[in-house]
């Protein structure tokens, strides 16, 4: 074939060689043929191809001899100059890929400068274990501790309040306490998932545990009910939203295939905190009194804030998205994610009423002794039902990771029906019946605070995740509002909190709660890999 004089040069290897990218000092690939040897002594003129004459190109052999003459030259002249000149010979696209890393790391989201980010959310890129993501687990535990150890406890404080401080009252009124708690930790997520996505945890950690551990440190001064909700509802739910999404969140930066199993670890922490405060109450509440009691527990709160702060870390770049204190509504366009907030909703109308009211019907079926002591000894149900709460947070977050998330969330959600009807409708005054319940619905309700976020996660970008939660959370808030104040409502049907009437609208109201529930995780499931059985998902 005859080519012309320019294309012949464009078509031969060595002309199409380019020069490294930004970097002026080091010898270019150009200057690099001017020193090869000259196969034409001095004084001879190199033959000149005569117009329409044909130009040849090195073969094959001599262009391998060639390049690998220019590479020998090109790395002596890197090792010969100074670090960073050595550093900058490599190709443009290596070059470019260093800058962005440094950019990324300069940006200083998330856990700071030092953290490692990784520019694709495949599963290969999350460490998916060893020391460092281990102990972010172990600083969410301690987070969540400070959280859903209160939750867990709420029977606890609902029982005590219902018969010292606020007696007077009726028992919708008491429920608001506690339903206005739960409402301002998962709706103020709505505003701290952003905030976390785009500026990291360590802050919000922060400031979460100060909030956290003044409302017990107050707690005990309080006795008027405006001032119970101002301290325990306002304060307290500030510090437990601001403690919650990134306790959740730093988890999905660390963990991928097995985030199931991590979360579950750390969400152990409610179960432990519903054990350990139940039966630590029991005995101080005689003994210190209610300001004392509470006071030990915010200082042990202090110290588990303190860890927390120090621990919780994220590794994943900053999301790019602006911070806005209005929620995503784009979110709620796919219908899966809608139909997982929905179960969230229903989800916490199902779990909330038995944590709050398990004490409260033990005494009212005289569970446990006579009087005062009845309710102190019947706390004891409530440090059962978050053992096997233990249980059901740690092995349904293992299974979901090869089972499919949906697929046991789905189950676990079934299987509270089955306990709250087969084992607490017919309990009565039988204490044998309501410490199977009690065990049975701790194992069974165990995964779904901790097995949620996991699915959630499972529709959406880790560097999102924040977002995605918080939207959730803002959704499932409005049904721990209105959950125990409708619990409260149903219980005074029949003329009292004693009335058999009351105890089987509260009953059938969790029951069919978690009923809807599952047929909305169940839904997820359908819409993404269909009725097919064995699909995991």
């Keep these: 074939m005859t080519l012309a004089l320019h294309n012949a040069d464009d078509s031969c290897l060595i002309n199409q060689t380019v020069p490294a990218v930004g970097v002026a000092s080091s010898p270019s690939v150009h200057d690099e043929k001017s020193q090869l040897p000259n196969p034409h002594p001095a004084g001879a003129n190199p033959p000149h191809p005569e117009p329409g004459a ?3 190109c090195p ?5 391998e001899k060639h390049g690998d003459h220019v590479a020998d030259k090109s ?6 100059a100074p670090t960073s000149s050595r550093e900058s010979v490599v190709a443009g696209d290596s070059v470019h890929a260093r800058a962005d890393a440094d950019a990324d790391a300069n940006a200083g989201g998330g856990g700071g400068g030092d953290n490692e980010y990784d520019d694709d959310d495949d599963d290969d890129d999350f460490p998916e274990g060893g020391l460092r993501a281990w102990l972010v687990v172990l600083g969410s535990f301690c987070a969540m501790l400070s959280v859903y150890g209160l939750i867990n406890s709420a029977a606890v404080f609902e029982s005590y309040f219902s018969t010292h401080q606020l007696a007077g009252y009726n028992p919708s009124a008491i429920g608001w306490i506690f339903s206005v708690y739960l409402f301002v930790v998962f709706f103020a997520g709505v505003q701290v998932g952003p905030i976390f996505d785009r500026h990291g945890p360590r ?13 017990q440190l107050l707690l005990g001064l309080c006795k008027e009910y405006y001032q119970i909700l101002l301290t325990y509802s306002i304060l307290g739910g500030l510090g437990g939203a601001l403690l919650n999404v990134p306790a959740y969140g730093v988890i999905a930066h660390f963990f991928r295939v097995r985030r199931g199993l991590a979360t579950g670890i750390a969400s152990t922490a409610g179960s432990i905190g519903g054990i350990v405060l139940p039966v630590y109450l029991q005995w101080a509440l005689p003994r210190l009194g209610f300001g004392w009691s509470t ?3 915010g200082f042990v709160l202090l110290l588990l804030s303190a860890i927390a702060t120090l621990l919780v870390r994220a590794r994943l770049p900053p999301s790019p998205r602006p911070v806005t204190v209005l929620p995503d509504w784009s979110l709620f366009r796919d219908l899966k994610f809608l139909l997982c907030c929905v179960g969230v909703w229903f989800m916490e109308w199902g779990i909330f009423t038995p944590l709050t009211y398990i004490v409260s019907y033990a005494v009212a079926h005289g569970q446990g002794g006579e009087g005062a002591s009845a309710a102190t000894d019947a706390y004891t149900l409530l440090a059962l039902l978050n053992a096997g709460s233990f249980f059901g947070r740690f092995l349904p977050g293992f299974l979901a990771d090869r089972l499919g998330r949906f697929n046991v969330i789905t189950l676990t959600n079934g299987l509270c029906v089955a306990a709250i009807l087969c084992l607490w409708l017919p309990a009565g005054d039988s204490r044998a019946m309501l410490i199977a319940f009690a065990v049975a619905f701790g194992f069974a309700s165990g995964s779904n605070l901790g097995l949620y976020p996991v699915c959630v996660g499972q529709l959406c970008d880790s560097r999102d995740y924040g977002r995605f939660y918080s939207t959730t959370l803002m959704v499932g808030s409005f049904g721990t509002l209105t959950s125990l104040p409708i619990a409260g409502a149903l219980l005074g049907i029949g003329g009292g909190a004693a009335s058999d009437q009351g105890w089987l609208a509260l009953i059938l109201f969790a029951a069919l709660s978690y009923a809807i529930a599952m047929s909305c995780f169940l839904g997820v499931r359908v819409l993404a890999v269909s009725w097919r059985v064995k699909e995991v998902y």
């Excluded at 790395?75 to 010969?80: I, K, M, R």
């Design 295 to 297: 006071r030990a527990v």
């Design 59 to 63: 073969s094959a052999e001599e262009d």
């Design 75 to 80: 790395t002596a002249a890197a090792e010969a």
């Design 203 to 215: 802050v919000l950690v922060t400031v979460g545990g100060v909030l956290v551990v003044a409302s």
């Design 54 to 56: 044909p130009v040849s």
